[in-house]
């Protein structure tokens, strides 16, 4: 894919970046023009098929998005906090969906969007597996959740009703989401069960769940006071909205 093209896309997607106004100063390296900065990703070290791309939207674009989601209708009453989809998406779900795939496929040709050296570890793509990123359609499913602060999600591996690979978009507030070892596992052992580890959640971001983090890992938000901890400091909660795209099994 050209970088002109994924600008395009992006653009007509979610609109203009809030930094087009450094247009002319960045001619040439077109994908600053769409993230402001290049997106990097980030793997979290302890947890394989786990990766962050924390400035997948802009500012703009993320408003942009929101404005969409409310649009929906799913959220009038604050007793509403979660809305799924299934089958044909929204048109705003699918333009993300392409936007996903396009930032993996361009990422993959950008040995500098990863902070790590190698692209392949234990068999598993650095940033999502290519079988997956190439099935269509991508994603079929779709959830909205709307948190209000001191409200998450309990710890839960995804029903094996869908498929590997899962993205979540996270809008409004920062959290952290925690991961922890899911027992059925053969090298499951006590220490394993207690640890958990945490991966900040920024407004914007994209984070990418597949292989082991899908299946061995425990995915939970607890913004009770006393868990939203990160770099020694309470997060300030608001309300935090997230879109979690996945695909249902075939026979589904
Ligand atoms: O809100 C999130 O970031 C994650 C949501 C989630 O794990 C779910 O809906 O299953």
Not at 103 to 129: K, R, T, W
Not at 235 to 243: A, Y
């Amino acid at each position: 894919m050209e970088m002109d093209d994924y600008k395009t896309l992006i653009h007509e997607a979610f609109g203009e970046s809030s930094e087009d106004s450094d247009d002319r100063q960045l001619e040439g390296s077109n994908i600053e023009l769409v993230f402001g900065e290049s997106p990097k990703w980030e793997r979290i070290s302890e947890i394989k098929g786990l990766s962050l791309c924390k400035d997948f939207l802009t500012p703009d674009q993320q408003s942009t998005l929101l404005a969409s989601i409310l649009q929906e209708g799913w959220f009038t009453d604050v007793s509403h906090n979660q809305a799924m989809r299934f089958g044909d998406l929204p048109v705003w779900a699918n333009e993300l969906s392409t936007c996903i795939r396009e930032l993996i496929q361009y990422s993959n040709y950008d040995p500098e969007s990863m902070d790590i050296s190698s692209c392949e570890i234990d068999g598993q793509d650095c940033i999502f597996p290519s079988k997956l990123l190439n099935r269509e359609p991508l994603f079929n499913q779709l959830i909205a959740n709307s948190y209000q602060p001191g409200e998450g999600i309990c710890a839960h591996v995804d029903l094996m009703r869908f498929e590997d690979g899962i993205a979540v978009i996270s809008l409004e507030s920062s959290c952290v989401m925690h991961f922890s070892r899911f027992k059925n596992e053969v090298a499951f052992n006590e220490k394993q069960s207690v640890l958990k580890i945490p991966v900040y959640l920024t407004p914007g971001s994209l984070l990418l769940i597949s292989g082991e983090a899908r299946y061995q890992w425990k995915h939970e938000i607890n913004r009770k006071p006393g868990f939203q901890i990160w770099d020694g400091q309470e997060i300030v909660q608001k309300r935090r909205t997230s879109i979690t795209l996945r695909k249902l099994c075939n026979s589904e």
